[in-house]
């Protein structure tokens, strides 16, 4: 049996069978993943990836399931979560694993009095999805703070690249273009004090309330901007804030983000990124860039 093999690697309190993937998604939809797995560490990973790859199963590599829409069929392979916490300061530098949620990297910097990660604060996604996408707000990035990123390349080795060597766009970097999975980042250390940090922390705080609708599971920003191209400008201007397909919306708050307003379905979420596309091309010409991954 698979879980047989995969129990040989993997504790059995970290295996989960037929999944339901609305658990660990922001948009609470889709439907089961064959294999749910959680890895505590490298061997952990390169065990089930090695498995996978000897039984012809696809992987995924989860985070916080914030920029993921898994589809109502669900998912046909093993989708890998990974633990990789550690959290700590060495060698004058922030070290995170990747599985560190960033908001935790942002409050462990204001409490050893370190600036420059403000700006997480309110993104909930963890510190490897927010390396891989550039994450960023409110005019700063990851690539801002990034000092160097340790993954496992496609032969299971351990490799450490620079900053410089991330190849960072716009919510873009080369672990887009190769099957690199991060394992951890390192973040420079600038001096600051608790008020001043406090005090920029809590400004985009209530930016994020005022202007975003927290309130109602969503996965941010649905598509990227360009700088011909403000989409949550355009989607306003169309006029589709509140538009609904089922049981999701554009937001009436933020014309940017889609909503769940209760009993969404995955595929009412595609099919208005769908129709939001075509709006935007049929009124102004512009192709959107979706940020969101569908699985």
Not at 90 to 103: H, L, R, S
Not at 183 to 209: C, H, L, P, V, W
Request: hydrophobic residues 40%; glycine residues 8%; charged residues 30%.
């Amino acid at each position: 049996m698979i879980y047989e093999d995969i129990a040989r690697g993997i504790p059995e309190k970290n295996i989960h069978i037929n999944e339901d993937m609305s658990k660990h998604t922001s948009f609470k939809v889709g439907g089961t993943a064959d294999f749910f797995i959680e890895v505590d560490d490298v061997s952990e990973l390169i065990y089930i990836l090695k498995l996978a790859k000897q039984m012809k199963m696809k992987t995924y590599i989860l985070g916080n399931g914030t920029n993921t829409i898994i589809k109502d069929e669900g998912f046909r392979g093993i989708i890998i979560k990974l633990n990789f916490r550690h959290l700590n300061i060495e060698k004058e530098k922030i070290a995170a694993g990747a599985g560190i949620p960033v908001a935790l990297l942002s409050n462990f910097a204001y409490r050893n009095k370190i600036k420059g990660f403000e700006f997480l604060s309110g993104i909930p996604g963890t510190v490897g999805g927010a390396v891989k996408m550039n994450a960023g707000a409110y005019n700063s990035e990851i690539k801002d703070i990034l000092v160097n990123t340790t993954y496992l390349d496609e032969k299971y080795n351990i490799v450490k690249i620079e900053n410089n060597e991330h190849n960072f766009s716009y919510r873009n970097s080369i672990f887009f273009q190769k099957k690199w999975i991060i394992i951890g980042s390192t973040f420079k250390i600038q001096e600051g004090t608790k008020e001043e940090i406090k005090e920029k922390m809590n400004q985009m705080s209530d930016a994020r309330k005022e202007k975003q609708p927290l309130d109602m599971p969503n996965a941010g920003s649905i598509f990227k901007r360009k700088e011909d191209c403000i989409p949550a400008s355009l989607i306003d201007k169309a006029g589709l804030k509140g538009y609904k397909i089922g049981g999701a919306m554009i937001s009436e708050k933020h014309a940017g983000f889609i909503v769940n307003t209760g009993n969404a379905t995955a595929e009412d979420i595609e099919k208005l990124i769908k129709y939001t596309k075509k709006v935007i091309k049929e009124k102004f010409n512009k192709d959107l860039e979706q940020e969101v991954i569908i699985l």
